[in-house]
């Protein structure tokens, strides 16, 4: 069965500084997706980034990097230069098609940034 | 702005009532979502559109039936609900179902069952 496991409830940052985010998966599926969104507090699910399971280069947006460790199942996201507004709840999630649809979230990790 | 536009934002209403939760995309996407959120679990996808067929429905009670009259639009009607049904419900799009598309959401309802 697919599963997403985020290990850190909480996590504080000093501001400009860099933070990793854990996250480990686990599915029989052969081809998938791995995501992160972002949530403020007002609600809304942000999409951050997106690494393919056949993607031989860790995937890069700005800030945001995934660190992608296919044999070790994780998926951890790293965020650069830490500013206040990325102060908020992260997901990471998993797709999969093989099958019935499959879009497994983690259970988030509330991240504080430091001024 | 967000291109996927959820109403209302918030609602408080009693077991017996009946009322929907709306949800629109502008983003010419092809598939949409409905999640349900609750407090210190995983988000859990409910329903799956696309191109406004059902695709998945995973174990949701017939209490909340879903209605998606085209691709930009799908409705989530609520009827007899229970208070551990209170939750923020979320809605998303995608271009396609393929595995490489992000999901893109809307604010979300808060729903208050009394």
């Known amino acids: 069965a697919q599963k997403i496991t985020q290990t850190q409830p909480g996590m504080f940052v000093q501001e400009k500084e860099a933070v990793t985010l854990d996250c480990t998966y686990d599915?029989?599926?052969?081809?998938?997706?791995l995501f992160w969104y972002k949530q403020p507090s007002s609600g809304e699910m942000i999409f951050l980034i997106y690494?393919?399971?056949?993607?031989?280069q860790n995937a890069t947006e700005g800030r945001y990097s995934l660190n992608f460790q296919k044999a070790r199942k994780s998926a951890n996201l790293v965020i650069s230069a830490s500013q206040l507004g990325d102060s908020a709840m992260y997901f990471c999630?998993?797709?999969?098609?093989?099958?019935?649809?499959?879009?497994?979230f983690g259970t988030g990790t509330r991240l504080k940034v430091l001024a | 702005e967000t291109g996927v536009t959820q109403t209302p934002r918030h609602l408080v209403m009693g077991m017996t009532n009946k009322k929907s939760l709306k949800c629109e995309q502008h983003l010419g996407h092809n598939a949409m979502y409905w999640y349900k959120q609750s407090a210190k679990k995983p988000l859990e996808l409910m329903f799956v559109y696309n191109f406004k067929e059902q695709t998945e429905n995973n174990s949701v009670p017939s209490r909340f039936s879903p209605e998606c009259p085209n691709s930009s639009h799908l409705f989530l009607h609520l009827h007899t609900l229970q208070p551990e049904d209170s939750a923020l419900y979320l809605c998303?799009?995608?271009?396609?179902?393929?595995?490489?598309?992000?999901?893109?959401f809307g604010d979300g309802t808060r729903l208050s069952i009394l």
């Open positions: 998303a799009s995608s271009q396609s179902m393929d595995r490489n598309q992000p999901q893109h």
């Open positions: 690494q393919g399971s056949y993607d031989q």
């Open positions: 599915t029989s599926d052969p081809s998938y997706g």
């Open positions: 999630a998993m797709s999969a098609t093989s099958g019935t649809y499959k879009y497994i």
